[in-house]
């Protein structure tokens, strides 16, 4: 449809454009379809548009998807405003739901982030918060199911500096699992799940030597070696033993690894977070002792 044709018929074209911006339009694009002030008011009054920021109306209905409240904060914000942050993170699917705590959805579910280039400017709109960035370069912007976004590794960068580690290593290999285009620079610390994160903020902070992280030892996967002492330990949480055939392979594992000449050593997650003390002290000592014989 031409400019033309939408000043005839502009809820048409109104709704063509809602469709394909997830159910939102902006002022100015209300305005280049020729519906202004007194158009706007008409179309308010009858329940066609309904302001979800200023210059910003759903069309319809006031019940937008979450991808519609990203789309109309972006829009609310101006070209060249992209989502940004934890809004990205979700848009990427960085964070799966069925992993997610009530907290961490409550988070997610809050003030919607958007990057805005420069360097000055409103850090907050409604619900919105804006962030001004300097180095946000037209190579970290792309768009994702219409939605002007900053990339996958754009995305992570901002994450490192607003995540625990273990959220954002979690992200990491969430957004590696799924496959997305990242830059080979970002490197998590190499665990899987915020328990064995744990673990290594234990090593750290009791100054425990760095462990090796999730090393394939015999066609096993074990959580963390220290290769000289010849010394594994494996981190248990209650998710991994819920079935019989998981527990019995772990000691199968652990048998094999024990042939191989490995020490094996496991700790729980409430060992981990009510008696850190302990492992700590534990694991100094085993690792002053020689390692095991053959």
Same mark, same amino acid.
């Given at each position: 449809m031409d400019a033309q044709d939408a000043k005839g018929?502009?809820?048409?074209?109104?709704?063509?454009?809602?469709?394909?911006?997830h159910g939102v339009v902006s002022l100015r694009q209300l305005g280049d379809m020729g519906v202004h002030r007194q158009g706007r008011a008409t179309r $308010?009054?009858? =329940?066609? /548009?309904?302001?979800?920021?200023?210059?910003?109306?759903?069309v319809g209905h006031r019940g937008l998807s979450e991808r519609g409240r990203w789309m109309a904060a972006v829009l609310a914000c101006g070209p060249p405003a992209v989502l940004s942050h934890i809004s990205a993170g979700a848009l990427w699917d960085m964070f799966p739901a069925r992993k997610a705590s009530g907290a961490w959805r409550r988070r997610r579910a809050g003030a919607i982030h958007v990057t805005v280039p420069g360097k000055? =400017?409103? $850090?907050?709109?409604?619900?919105?918060?804006v962030h001004h960035s300097v180095t946000l370069g037209p190579d970290q912007v792309t768009h994702k199911d219409g939605i002007p976004v900053t990339t996958p590794?754009?995305?992570?960068t901002d994450l490192r500096r607003i995540l625990p580690q273990p959220r954002f290593a979690a992200a990491m290999?969430?957004?590696e699992f799924l496959? !997305?285009?990242?830059?080979?620079? /970002?490197?998590?610390?190499g665990t899987r799940s915020e328990m064995e994160a744990a673990f290594l903020r234990l090593c750290r902070r009791h100054r425990v030597p760095s462990p090796a992280v999730n090393i394939r030892i015999a066609g096993f996967d074990v959580d963390f070696?220290?290769?000289?002492?010849r010394l594994a330990v494996e981190v248990d949480g209650w998710d991994s033993h819920r079935t019989r055939s998981s527990f019995e392979a772990d000691r199968a594992r652990d048998m094999k690894l024990k042939l !191989?000449?490995?020490?094996?050593?496991?700790?729980?997650?409430?060992q981990l977070t009510s008696d850190p003390e302990m492992v700590a002290v534990a694991l100094r000592e085993l690792l002053r002792r020689p390692p095991p014989a053959g």
């Open positions: 018929n502009p809820d048409r074209e109104i709704a063509r454009i809602a469709a394909r911006q $308010t009054r009858q =329940g066609w /548009l309904h302001r979800v920021h200023r210059g910003v109306y759903a000055d =400017g409103r $850090t907050h709109r409604d619900t919105i918060q590794s754009r995305t992570l290999r969430e957004a496959g !997305l285009p990242l830059d080979i620079r /970002l490197k998590p610390d070696v220290w290769l000289e002492r !191989l000449g490995y020490e094996v050593v496991r700790f729980t997650w409430r």
